[in-house]
């Protein structure tokens, strides 16, 4: 499967409640469908028109705050006509919406399944759960695979219909492949009697640079089963001599003046032009909560064929501290999406408890751009607080970024760590969003990319 497990839902007339013409049911599997594997795939419509989708016995969004995905008034039973599986129909679907895929079995019931009952028919042949502990490999290095079982359910929160009731005795084929060839690298079967959380380990040989996929088969209930996971190797770049001299910078590649005439800024809210003899002529948003101001930002002047490579830019925003602000900065590439993600995450709060200077301050950001089209906006975040840039500058960073030294806590204090802690606001956003490779690719690549020194004993400096 391409791209994703649709369930189209076509009304024929309407049902009263629904407002809908259709309505799609959607499981976004992108680089999680692989060829060979199996998946269990159920829809559930009941006699109040509401549909429940299930994918390897857990309804889609399971766990999560998406309730609306899971469950959905659709359409009366018996206004159902026609029943399509791999297409929308041989007449309609163009190629591109034909599943790649084979079917084994197609059941239809003449009731409503309930969460136990889809559970239970998908236990039937995956009595255990299987999580393999890492993706990413070193090469020419021996490694391992940890993989750790569990009874079906055991670690499913909350909990789906009935647990798999132990011991599980069955046995796992282990075998990692290397995609360029098709080439068996290690292969191991381990017999298994599970009770609880059981790990074992895939020893591996040294390893190449590449893709490669763990493939993971066993026999229960009659049927032969396979389900697999990818793994990347990779040969971290040598780090450059750290550096603590200041950051070195280009010419500008892009300026702008958000006083100037004939700007082409976007607004929404009116903007003003203010004159100040102190911190000189600024654009001002309105005063109102969410009034904001825009411009494009083109860094063509950087691209090499028309492309940007993720090499580190510094953008400075002139603002005026000459009244009370509060003020977010975001940053928005080029995109038809109808949602956007910011890739600077910025903004300054100013004046009462913050005493006004009266002049025109610099902050600064470091951004790592990928495609040459963004676009800037400066947003009033709190009512009274009105947003204000005077001028906006982006330079590129010649050569490499100084280094980074982090210093723990002393004492007792606990430290902070890096990733995913502040929901997105995390190298996801600011450092590779935009990347063509995975940022967990790009890190463990290139770890002093960002202008990171990390020792081998892997503390700070």
């Not at 690298?185 to 599970?194: D, K, N, S, V």
């Not at 470091?366 to 495609?371: D, N």
């Amino acid at each position: 499967m391409y791209h994703w497990l649709r369930w189209d839902l076509g009304i024929v007339g309407q049902m009263p409640q629904e407002k809908e013409s259709n309505i799609e049911l959607t499981n976004q599997s992108r680089r999680r469908w692989r060829r060979g594997d199996w998946w269990h795939i159920s829809l559930v419509w009941n006699s109040a028109g509401l549909t429940k989708l299930f994918v390897n016995g857990l309804p889609y969004g399971h766990g999560l705050d998406s309730g609306a995905s899971i469950a959905r008034r659709v359409l009366a039973q018996g206004k159902i006509e026609r029943f399509f599986v791999g297409s929308q129909s041989a007449q309609t679907a163009p190629n591109s919406m034909r599943a790649d895929a084979a079917f084994a079995d197609l059941k239809i019931y003449r009731r409503a399944l309930s969460d136990s009952d889809v559970v239970a028919q998908y236990r039937r042949f995956a009595p255990f759960d299987l999580a393999q502990e890492r993706q990413y490999l070193r090469a020419n290095a021996a490694e391992k695979i940890d993989l750790d079982f569990w009874p079906g359910g055991q670690m499913t929160k909350p909990l789906v219909g009935n647990a798999v009731a132990v011991p599980v005795k069955t046995s796992v084929n282990a075998s990692f492949i290397r995609d360029a060839d098709g080439k068996v690298i290690a292969q191991q079967t381990f017999p298994l009697e599970i009770r609880g959380e059981k790990t074992l380990s895939l020893p591996l040989p040294p390893l190449q640079t590449g893709n490669y996929r763990a493939v993971y088969r066993w026999k229960y209930g009659g049927a032969s089963l396979q389900t697999s996971r990818r793994a990347y190797v990779y040969a971290p770049q040598k780090a450059s001599p750290t550096s603590v001299s200041a950051l070195k910078l280009g010419a500008p590649i892009v300026e702008i003046s958000c006083a100037a005439q004939g700007t082409n800024g976007l607004e929404s809210g009116a903007t003003q032009v203010v004159e100040n003899a102190k911190t000189g002529a600024y654009r001002e948003a309105a005063s109102t909560r969410d009034a904001r101001f825009s411009y494009g930002l083109d860094l063509s002047a950087a691209a090499i064929n028309g492309k940007l490579n993720g090499a580190p830019m510094q953008i400075d925003i002139y603002w005026p501290d000459d009244k009370p602000r509060s003020m977010g900065w975001y940053l928005y590439r080029a995109s038809g999406a109808k949602e956007q993600r910011d890739r600077l995450e910025g903004g300054v709060q100013s004046g009462n408890e913050y005493a006004l200077s009266h002049r025109t301050q610099k902050t600064s950001y470091l951004i790592y751009p990928w495609t040459t089209k963004y676009l800037f906006e400066a947003r009033t975040v709190i009512e009274g607080f009105p947003a204000a840039v005077s001028k906006i500058v982006v330079r590129p960073v010649v050569g490499r970024l100084p280094k980074l030294a982090l210093h723990l806590p002393s004492g007792n204090l606990q430290s902070r760590s890096f990733g995913h802690l502040d929901e997105d606001q995390s190298f996801d956003a600011l450092f590779a969003y935009d990347a063509p490779l995975s940022q967990e690719e790009r890190e463990v690549k290139n770890p002093t990319a960002c202008g990171l020194s990390l020792p081998k004993s892997g503390h700070p400096p």
